[in-house]
DNA sequence: ACAGCTATTTAGAACCATTATAAACTACAA
DNA sequence: TTGTAGTTTATAATGGTTCTAAATAGCTGT
């Protein structure tokens, strides 16, 4: 199977859990973002016996560790993740709280000019709010 | 006194508790990062009597909305606070969950390419994530 | 200064996303 | 097949934030 060799190889074992979450997550033409609530509803519409809320949590932040998923930093009372784990941006809406990716080229280069000893750059994240 | 026109002028009456508030906040050298708790201690040690958290919730959200304060976008089980309302961006260290500013000019212009149609650009901030 | 109105404060309850718990189950190596 | 460590699960607990409704305080007009 697709993605049994992927979590394997991770050191998670391949369980039909995570099996049918990969399979929500990424078995798709087009990356997008979610929280936990709307993850825990696709994954009801797509099976009937449901999985456990604890195990989807656990599952997210397990692929997250692993860099199959991405937190996306946004002031909501909700986390969102994104199945996108190239290195991109987003548009915030501000009306909705819906987000929209920026691809890196719609940004061009960020050039941090300042050092911190010691502490190297993780990741640069570019958060566009929109109003109307 | 210093910020009972500041209050007035923005629609909210200068209450004893939105006034002392204001001297945590305002009253200092150079701005600073905080969440609700951090603020209700620094709140503690200045006076004897406290203040409600319900009230610093409300001033924090009113301050807010007046455009005294920003959220920081970061993802964290709290909310960030910043009393430095000019354009500028953070370094977040992953380690200790710390903020650190970074100028405008440290970063350099960010040109957005993409236009969302019927919407304008509120605000762009950038978060860089350190690690060691 | 006072009355009356509305904004504000307050303690405590409620809310709700997330995490912890601990017992049952399961993948997998020996 | 069997032992064991990893995983799932329902449920409880946690904790930041918001809600509620009653008490209080600022403000305007008289």
Redesign the interface.
Known sequence: MKYIDKLRNSGLRPTKQRLLICEVLFNNEKTFHFTVNELERKIKDKINNKISLATIYNTVHAFEKKGYLK?????SNQ?YFDTNITDHHH????KDGKL?D??N????P?????K?D???????????????
């Not at 937190?71 to 002031?75: E, H, R």
């Not at 548009?91 to 501000?94: A, H, Q, S």
């Not at 080229?105 to 061009?108: L, W």
């Open positions: 937190q996306i930093p946004v002031n986390t548009f915030y809406n501000l929209i920026l691809e080229s719609d940004v061009g960020i050039n941090i000019k300042r911190i010691g502490k190297k750059i993780k990741s640069i994240e570019v958060l566009v709010k929109l109003e109307d």
